[in-house]
């Protein structure tokens, strides 16, 4: 993350897709739950406007901490890779960063127990699917009970429209 004119560079993030159910107005940042007199950690990061945001991943020991304090999974990198997130950068291709973008990602559990990322962190939703990907038909969930009943209702209505009409004939 750089300063607004790009000349400082204030830490280098890696981050999990994290999904609100409406888009932020303005910056909200949220924090982990931590024991008194501990510093609060940053837990998820949503920009103005989207719904889609950014959680943050903690090196392992941080995160197996976190777990068992706040008895929810915790998404980690290698503790080797904690020592990038404080290196200077000025491109994204410089080799501390790349590093950080192949970084194997897991999840650590309040158990202490190592899981693949995906098994614990939902999925950032997917594009919606091409007309190619879409079924030739669609599945048949409905009756035809409504139909009959409103041609019912229609034959009464004409019914009773011909009697009056026959009544004012007279």
Do not use: C
Not at 26 to 39: D, V, Y
Not at 124 to 140: E, Y
Not at 144 to 149: D, R, Y
């Amino acid at each position: 993350m750089f300063s607004e004119d790009g000349a400082h560079l204030y830490g280098t993030f890696l981050a999990i897709h994290k999904q609100r159910q409406y888009p932020a107005q303005k910056p909200i940042i949220t924090f982990e739950e931590r024991a008194a007199n501990s510093p609060e950690a940053v837990k998820a990061w949503f920009y103005p406007g989207d719904d889609t945001g950014h959680e943050f991943v903690y090196p392992k020991p941080k995160a197996v901490a976190l777990a068992k304090a706040n008895n929810t999974p915790v998404p980690s990198m290698p503790a080797e890779l904690a020592a990038n997130t404080t290196k200077p950068a000025t491109t994204m291709q410089e080799p501390h960063v790349v590093a950080m973008k192949q970084a194997p990602l897991k999840a650590q559990k309040p158990t202490e127990e190592e899981v693949e990322i995906a098994e614990v962190f939902v999925a950032s939703p997917q594009a919606p699917p091409s007309p190619a990907q879409l079924p030739a038909t669609l599945p048949t969930t409905g009756s035809l009970l409504p139909l009959i009943g409103l041609v019912g209702l229609l034959s009464l209505g004409a019914f009773l429209g011909l009697k009056v009409s026959a009544v004012r004939a007279k």
